[in-house]
């Protein structure tokens, strides 16, 4: 089970990255989502973020347990899960791609209020809320911008 959790909090290693792991893991979500979810209808890739998101907070709080950490580098299921919120039912262009990427990166790094406030939940939780939010903001934001054009 060790083995599991590491293997799905890193995102298969891409938490290992050594330069800016949380930017390898947003990327690679919008690899997967570019060439796997897209096609897909919105009931599909909305269960694929519940899964990530029930599953990441669990598996996120026992690697933070083994390494003894609050908020450890190579846990990055929480840039992928919130990436992906940024990414739901964005049209298939490769614009609103590209800024749901940036958006989710900038409001990830800064973490505007009220965002960095959630890192003080409890375990995975404080792992992952910070990041659904930034995936959330990063997805209004997305939408603002896609009604004004």
Same mark, same amino acid.
């Given at each position: 089970?060790? $083995?599991?959790?590491?293997?799905?909090? $890193?995102?298969?290693?891409?938490?290992f990255?050594p330069?800016?792991?949380? $930017?390898a893991?947003?990327?690679?979500?919008?690899v997967?989502f570019?060439?796997?979810?897209?096609?897909?209808?919105?009931?599909?890739t909305?269960g694929?973020?519940?899964?990530?998101?029930?599953?990441?907070?669990?598996?996120?709080?026992?690697?933070?347990?083994?390494?003894?950490?609050t908020?450890?580098r190579?846990v990055?299921?929480?840039e992928?899960?919130?990436?992906?919120?940024?990414?739901?039912l964005?049209?298939?262009?490769?614009?609103a /791609?590209?800024?749901?990427?940036?958006?989710?990166?900038?409001?990830?790094?800064v973490?505007?209020? &009220?965002?960095?406030?959630?890192?003080r939940? &409890?375990?995975?939780?404080g792992?992952?809320?910070?990041?659904?939010?930034?995936?959330?903001?990063?997805?209004?934001?997305?939408?603002?911008?896609?009604? /004004?054009?």
């Amino acid at each position: 089970m060790k $083995t599991l959790a590491m293997t799905l909090s $890193t995102f298969f290693g891409i938490g290992f990255f050594p330069v800016a792991p949380g $930017t390898a893991a947003s990327l690679a979500a919008v690899v997967l989502f570019y060439f796997l979810l897209w096609p897909l209808p919105w009931f599909w890739t909305s269960g694929i973020i519940f899964i990530c998101l029930a599953a990441g907070v669990p598996a996120s709080a026992r690697c933070a347990a083994e390494l003894d950490r609050t908020d450890p580098r190579p846990v990055v299921i929480d840039e992928v899960c919130g990436q992906l919120i940024a990414l739901f039912l964005i049209p298939a262009d490769r614009t609103a /791609l590209l800024l749901a990427f940036l958006l989710f990166r900038l409001f990830d790094i800064v973490k505007p209020w &009220p965002i960095r406030k959630l890192e003080r939940f &409890p375990g995975g939780w404080g792992i992952m809320a910070d990041d659904v939010a930034a995936g959330l903001l990063a997805r209004l934001c997305l939408q603002i911008y896609l009604f /004004l054009r």
